[in-house]
């Protein structure tokens, strides 16, 4: 069956530097991988999309990268603020673009940004 | 609506009572979703709708638990018989679905289940 990891343990990092976080999958093939933010006693909120075609993907401090032969999506936030302190998920989209469709998560990372 | 909004926020209930957890997608969004989060854990998915019928019911955990869809608008959720292992943020979000639509979910704040 589809497997999702992210790191478990949480990311405590200085503010101004840059948060690496990373997503690892195995037995599936998406079309397309989605990062959300979720902070405490709220729904997620999307960030960026990657498709399975593109290496990377920016977003003001944001990037994503994609690596769909080690089945590898890394998720980078620079210049990092106090304010990005939160739960950070994965999501494995569908197999086919642009079709409806669950959304495999992982557990998310839990970033904390110290001023 | 300006958002997914879910009802009720909180919810606490006696082992064995049923609960009907409701979702209000956002107007248009033609794909809606349930997921349960259980405490400290990633988003576990229960079921999709595309408009009113649902073509992946595959994460609902037992026949305890239903969903049904009025159109493209509301749904709930149903949960029978409820047990301690239920309890959970339950969390609805929609979508557009189409070309060009990049599934991108927009989630409620949730309903959090509390078993007695």
């Known amino acids: 069956s589809q497997k999702i990891e992210q790191n478990s343990e949480a990311l405590n990092i200085q503010e101004g530097k840059t948060a690496t976080l990373t997503c690892n999958y195995t037995n599936y093939s998406p079309a397309y991988l989605q990062w959300y933010r979720q902070d405490p006693g709220r729904g997620p909120v999307f960030l960026l999309l990657?498709?399975?075609?593109?290496k990377e993907k920016r977003k003001e401090r944001l990037k994503v990268t994609f690596d769909t032969t080690l089945k590898q999506s890394l998720f980078h936030i620079t210049a990092s603020q106090p304010a990005d302190s939160a739960t950070y998920l994965c999501a494995l989209g569908p197999m086919i673009y642009n079709q409806g469709g669950k959304l495999i998560f992982g557990q998310g990372t839990e970033l904390s940004v110290k001023p | 609506g300006a958002g997914v909004s879910q009802s009720p926020s909180n919810k606490v209930t006696e082992k064995g009572k049923d609960v009907e957890l409701r979702c209000d997608p956002i107007?248009?969004?033609?794909?809606l979703y349930w997921y349960r989060q259980r405490l400290g854990q990633g988003l576990e998915f229960l079921i999709y709708f595309q408009g009113n019928s649902a073509p992946d019911k595959s994460g609902l955990p037992s026949d305890r638990f239903s969903a049904e869809r009025t159109g493209e608008s509301v749904s709930t959720l149903t949960i029978q018989r409820t047990q301690q292992e239920d309890s959970a943020v339950y969390l609805c979000?929609?979508?557009?679905?189409?070309?060009?639509?990049?599934?991108?979910?927009?989630f409620g704040p949730g309903t959090r289940l509390t078993v007695l």
């Open positions: 107007s248009g969004h033609t794909a």
């Open positions: 990657i498709r399975e075609n593109e």
């Open positions: 979000a929609s979508s557009i679905l189409g070309a060009g639509a990049l599934n991108e979910q927009f």
